[in-house]
């Protein structure tokens, strides 16, 4: 049930190693909310949706839940599904795996974002993910700290499998495409040979973004022979304040939005990417792309203390200065490039399915894993949706 063009980059990798599994066969779901977003994502690994639910215009919360629940009910007629995963902490993630439940049809957590927020739809958010949880007999998480949150709100430790993130595998793969990015500027500037940096900055508070712009100017100006992209956000107040310190600098190249995959190939092709995004603070790092972090701090604590990630503030003197240093050959930018991921290794989609694949078979041959594994026997008759079939399995993010 993919919702969201996020929920398409997490799940791409599992659906495309299921199809390749020997005995696991994908159900792929969307809640057609968002198909300009999520249909793209799909289809560049061939990937077609098995069913649209159809949820157009923007439901009620209570709406939501009561159209998938329904639909739900006529896939499993359809398909008879033993298991359904679910991704994030969502409405609609959570609508499915209490539809899934009522069904007896075993629910898997693959765990989302646990960023801090403050947004109003945080505590729904977590109010989801503890339902979820509830529901799960098999928790997908990515690092060991997720682990241990998720065993913290209730997750059984031997039903938690480590297998690293989902987006580092789709990163790395898009990037292997090596797309061309579409806007004439851009690609002239990724074909130079001259140092790039690419800056994303998702923050909607315009005093940081003219800070974050600020430096990059100072950085643009002292290094004139580095090139710098940055696709610009909507927010028309980020956009102006950007316009007004780079604008009118020759080796800077302001764009819209890029698309997935053209900018994955950008960021491999990237001396140093500035940004204060948490999910490319952890997936950039496999591209071996420095990363330095645009803000006063980060939840990717992992990130520092492995030394993939460095966070340099919004201070503009300090950001450029920080910059200049990981785009000199020091040895800080040697230690950042020699720096094992702690987020996952790209191979998290395989991971999963032989996990699943496991699970189906009878076999005790717990798969390779990026961290801690599960337990067979607790998954199988613990419980929360025991698996008690063979998997005929159905995708669902959010």
């Known amino acids: 049930m993919i919702d969201t063009r996020s929920d398409a980059i997490a799940s791409v990798p599992i659906i495309r190693a299921l199809h390749r599994h020997r005995l696991l066969h994908p159900v792929v779901t969307s809640t057609g909310q968002h198909r300009e977003a999520v ?98 007999c098999l928790h997908l998480v990515t690092t060991s700290a997720s682990a241990r949150s998720a065993v913290s709100e209730g997750a059984p430790f031997d039903q938690v499998y480590v297998c690293g993130s989902t987006n580092i595998d789709t990163l790395r793969w898009a990037a292997a495409l090596q797309r061309r990015p579409s806007d004439p500027a851009v690609a002239a500037t990724a074909a130079s040979a001259d140092p790039l940096v690419v800056v994303v900055a998702h923050v ?32 028309a107040a980020g956009r102006r304040t950007i316009v007004a310190h780079l604008g009118d600098r020759p080796n800077v190249v302001l764009s819209e939005l890029l698309p997935y995959a053209e900018v994955a190939g950008l960021l491999a092709r990237a001396d140093l990417l500035v940004t204060d995004s948490g999910p490319l603070q952890e997936a950039a790092p496999a591209l071996h792309t420095p990363v330095l972090v645009a803000a006063d701090g980060t939840d990717r604590t992992e990130g520092v203390e492995a030394g993939t990630i460095a966070v340099a503030g919004t201070d503009p003197d300090q950001l450029a200065d920080r910059c200049e240093r990981l785009l000199d050959d020091t040895p800080e930018r040697q230690t950042m490039l020699a720096s094992a991921n702690p987020y996952g290794d790209g191979e998290a989609g395989t991971r999963i399915a032989a996990a699943l694949g496991c699970l189906t078979d009878g076999s005790h041959d717990i798969p390779e894993r990026f961290g801690p594994g599960f337990d067979r026997t607790s998954v199988m008759g613990g419980g929360r949706g025991a698996i008690t079939n063979g998997l005929r399995f159905a995708t669902a993010a959010r």
Do not use: K, Y
Request: net charge negative; with cysteine; proline share 7%.
């Open 39 to 136: 249909e793209p994502i799909l289809a560049l690994g061939g990937i077609t949706v098995d069913h649209d639910l159809a949820c157009v215009g923007e439901p009620s919360p209570n709406d939501l839940v009561a159209a998938i629940a329904s639909q739900f009910e006529r896939i499993e007629c359809s398909h008879h599904p033993s298991a359904l995963l679910v991704h994030a902490d969502t409405t609609a993630a959570m609508a499915a795996a209490i539809s899934a439940f009522h069904l007896g049809v075993a629910v898997v957590h693959l765990d989302g974002d646990r960023s801090p927020s403050s947004a109003p739809s945080a505590v729904l958010d977590a109010t989801n993910r503890r339902i979820i949880s509830e529901l799960a």
């Open 204 to 235: 909607d508070d315009d005093g940081t973004v003219d800070r974050i712009a600020s430096g990059i100017a100072t950085l643009a100006e002292l290094r004139p022979d580095t090139r710098f992209v940055v696709p610009m956000q909507p927010n």
